[in-house]
């Protein structure tokens, strides 16, 4: 094995000055996980209203999902974790297919109506009016069939504070193409900073993530 060359005393000393940097300044996105999670509700763990829901059918190939015809929808709850970023923007979304080839200018259409709230008894009601929001997704004419989607709306929501739970009700509106709709889930896009809450519950340590 070849000999080493020896680090020379300055160069030791503005090594460890570099360690001690790093260890001092972390790299948020590095180190503490600073992007983007998700949040995620499995439309074949929800609950319908008992009027329009989906039908759980086979796909086509064994598999099953959850078939939308305009106006279905079904209700899903999310919890928020300790790990959002406090203050930063959310997005609702869901995710879903046709069965069947698209063609330029076909639209579907879905809606999420919510409510959130905060939790540890803070005076926040679930029975307050909901917030209606809505995304359009227009086909370019090459998707192929079975081809996984992403509805987004460009509406940011509030997640409010660790612990709170928003629940939605996710509704396939109108689709104006051929084909069967299968919705697979929804979700919620959130930023984490990878700073969890010091303490289970509101007080110091709980809003402000350390």
């Known amino acids: 094995m070849a000999n080493k060359t020896p680090f020379t005393g ?5 090594i460890m000055a570099a360690v001690e940097h790093v260890a001092a300044n ?12 998700d ?16 039908k759980f059918e086979d796909i086509g190939n064994g598999s099953f999902g959850m078939n939308f015809t305009a106006g279905d929808s079904l209700m899903v709850n999310f919890h928020i974790p300790h790990l959002w970023k406090v203050g930063s923007d959310a997005f609702l979304h869901v995710h879903w297919f046709n069965a069947g080839a698209m063609t330029a200018g076909d639209a579907v259409t879905w809606e999420m109506s919510y409510v959130i709230a905060k939790g540890h008894a803070q005076g926040e009601s679930m029975t307050v009016a909901r917030t209606v929001i809505s995304h359009t997704y227009i086909a ?4 192929i069939a079975g081809e996984h989607i992403v509805s987004e709306s460009v509406t940011a929501v509030d997640l409010k504070e660790a612990d709170s739970i928003m629940m939605v009700e996710v509704k396939m509106v109108s689709s104006t193409g051929a084909g ?7 979700d919620i896009h959130y930023e984490t900073d990878g700073n969890r809450t010091t303490n289970r519950a509101p007080g110091a340590g709980y809003i402000k993530q350390v």
């Open 180 to 186: 069967k709709i299968y919705g697979i889930t929804s």
């Open 26 to 37: 972390p790299t948020p996105s590095s180190i503490a996980g600073n992007g983007w999670d």
């Open 140 to 143: 370019d004419g090459t998707e």
């Open 39 to 54: 949040i995620v509700s499995f439309f074949v763990d929800a609950n319908g209203k008992g009027i329009a829901e989906p």
């Open 10 to 14: 300055n160069e030791r000393k503005q």
